[in-house]
């Protein structure tokens, strides 16, 4: 039996989706440009699946795209807004806690199209220091500005709302671009609210199957499209529309939106248990994660134990968690956003991260803390 | 004219017909070792004629005789300097120049330009010509076929098309070269000490090319160390396996006594120390295994533990002969050899197989025997040999 900590990287598919999405497969699976009938129908189950995505996130059905991952959609937004006709500054606006999937489409950017990028560092919290983010917003004018909302390894929350105001102040016609991925059934997302022009969502991480994703781009942001093709989805993204994959997105996020609260409670019990258990086991433990961090999120550091060898136990047990900092003297393998803490003493090699989620139990929890004190007792050095 | 020829392998001895009255058990051997690398492919008919091998298809054998997947596994047989495919046929002049023509078609079917140039071996002294006189005949042949194709180069031609008439006539151009050394098992065996490393197995290769038999032992620490790093050194030990026969590979669960060491070893001895005690069990086990020598992969001045000293340290605890082929090598030269060996690829996968854990910053460098002794003082070394010779997982690879 299995123990599942690691929902941050992907999630299990409940049976219900399961049986939901095995029946739109076999019932609608239509191409949705046919002429004919059966495909006009597939279209319209499109649309209406869309205007339920763009309900549960608060947009309008046509800022709604739908694509293969997150990973298409940060490329989408970032490549889409470099190769737009528009006038450029050629300089785009990001911090240092953010995952690959942009990091290294900026890394693109910067080499092959001569841009400058700008990374605000974080401060200990984990977010962007809003008065560093104001510095430059002074200093340069940028063709983008493109944010993690959530961070994936602390689970810390930038402070978008604030960022937003800032922008509006400073540099009103910046577009700006967030990393939503880790957002969804974890804080509340409403897209007009929020104000910004582009975000971007996996459904694999609120229990959708991999291989779908989301880009919410507003009606006046303009971007050109990553993938030609075909001329689906307003040209934005060619590619057969799948309407079996898009009526069970909707269904995931309606789902997620109905047991948000719920959910959310019974996280925030969890970690106050493993907190507690922690405790009680008088194990030598610090939390990374910051105070206002999501709860689903909590990367702790055992500073008795390497990372990976405890990994290497729990795995043994079958207890499945995530590693920040491969435990090697390659620069590479160290985790970027764990490295800006500062930890003292390579202290970022003995941080494991557990996410947690609904189908977790304390049960897990307290089977957990007993192999981490196990594993500390017989092998800490 | 029927253009009838059976296909063969040639295979030449070098090194082992040196050997005197020793030659036949070398012989015999490499036949065997070849035999059992071809065993995925059948039974051939093996046999030894002068200073010569030959693989032939067995008469009672329909299927095709599949010369280029012989070549490729023989590759990695030592005992024997080259081979060459060959077609065999009847001692009979006519027939010689319908199959010189037959072979030569085949060189230059791909219609580009070719240096060639004939050279006869006339071991038969009744054939009607003599070897001047055929190799200017069929070269002249030659160039009146392809005369847009063929040019005779008497240096370094690209074809060196040979023929030999002997009992039979053997026609063939290409030369594949080997490894050369002994035939695996006429040397004894050695106990190789295996890490994920790069130079380990490399050094396993060089001495299984001087004829020894391996059997190989690897070190284990998990959790410190993850059992990928225990099935890289699997798959690096079936490679080697490629080359040196079955191979048992046992594995040491060490981590009891790495952290018996840890507790009681001062940390810049911990290096030195470990190597003692890996060396120890090996010696130990191979003791038992009845093998005589002990095979490492270390290199001078490679590592802090590959000084001058260290290396004293750690040899002058075992009872037998520690071959180190590495010794003398350039790192470069060990990494060019693990690529082409096969490998390197996962030697450098990054599961680190000692784990940096137990590893002082500045090790000992330079440790004297009776730093050594000193730092093993609290420590009961037999005890601790003969927890890692209770604690061995063996598979045979």
Known sequence: MTVYFDHAATNFIDQDVIDFLAKELVNNNYNPAARYTSGIEAAFSIERSVSKIASTLGAKTEEVIITSGATESINTALKGIVFAPNPKHKRILSSSGEHPATTETLKFIEKQLGYTIDYCPLNNQGVVELNQLEEFLIAHDYDLLTLIQVNNVLGSVNPVEKIVKLRNQLRPNLPIHLDAVQSLAKIPFDFENLGIQLASFSLHKIGGPKGSGILLKSEDTRIEPLIHGGGQQNNLRSGTENPAFVATMAYVLEKMQRDFSRNNSHVVELKQHLISQLEQARINYQIISPQDAVPQIVSICFPELRAETLLNILNKEQIEVSIGSACSSKKSERNQVLKQLNLLNNLDQYVIRISLDKNNTKTEINNLVKNVKIALDKYAV | ?397
């Open chain 2, 1 to 397: 004219m029927k253009i009838d020829y059976q296909e063969l392998i040639l295979v030449r001895l070098g090194e082992i017909t040196l050997k005197g009255l020793n030659r036949r058990r070398f012989e015999a051997r490499l036949i065997q070792n070849m035999r059992y690398r071809l065993r995925d492919l059948g039974k051939f008919k093996i046999y030894q004629d002068q200073s010569r091998v030959y693989i032939e298809k067995r008469p009672q054998d329909e299927i095709e005789f599949p010369t280029r997947e012989i070549l490729k596994r023989i590759k990695e047989v030592f005992g024997y300097t080259s081979a060459s495919p060959v077609r065999r046929f009847s001692n009979d002049k006519d027939l010689l120049y319908e199959q010189v023509k037959a072979y030569v078609a085949q060189l230059f079917s791909d219609g580009k330009r070719h240096t060639f140039k004939f050279e006869t071996r006339r071991v038969d002294k009744k054939f009607p010509l003599n070897s001047y006189e055929l190799n200017s005949d069929l070269g002249a042949l030659v160039l009146e076929r392809y005369p847009d194709q063929a040019t005779v180069d008497v240096h370094q031609p690209e074809l060196l098309i040979q023929i030999e008439i002997r009992k039979d006539i053997y026609l063939y151009h290409e030369i594949q070269p080997a490894y050369s050394g002994l035939p695996v098992g006429t040397s004894g065996k050695g106990m190789l000490l295996l890490s994920g490393g790069i130079d380990s197995p490399v050094a396993g290769f060089q001495m299984a090319s001087r004829g020894l038999l391996l059997e190989s032992i690897y070190f284990h620490t998990f959790p410190y160390t993850g059992d990928q790093v225990k099935q890289k050194v699997i798959d690096l030990a079936t490679r080697i396996s490629d080359f040196s026969g079955k191979m048992p590979l046992h594995i040491v669960d060490f981590t009891e006594i790495q952290l018996e060491l840890n507790e009681y070893v001062p940390p810049e001895m911990m290096t030195i120390v470990m190597r003692r005690m890996m060396m120890r069990i090996a010696d130990k086990l191979a003791d038992q295994k009845k093998i005589n020598c002990i095979i490492t992969g270390e290199s001078l001045g490679q590592v802090a533990s590959q000084t001058v000293d260290a290396l004293r340290a750690t040899n002058i605890v075992v009872n037998r002969p520690v071959f180190r082929p590495l010794i003398s090598n350039d790192k470069n030269d060990t990494i060019n050899l693990a690529r082409e060996i096969g490998t390197y690829e996962t030697s450098i996968l990054p599961y680190e197989d000692c784990c940096t854990v137990f590893v002082a910053k500045h090790p000992k460098i330079n440790p004297s025997l009776a730093d050594c002794e000193f730092a093993e003082q609290d420590l009961d070394i037999p005890d601790l040999v003969k927890q890692g010779l209770n604690n061995i997982e063996t598979i045979i690879i």
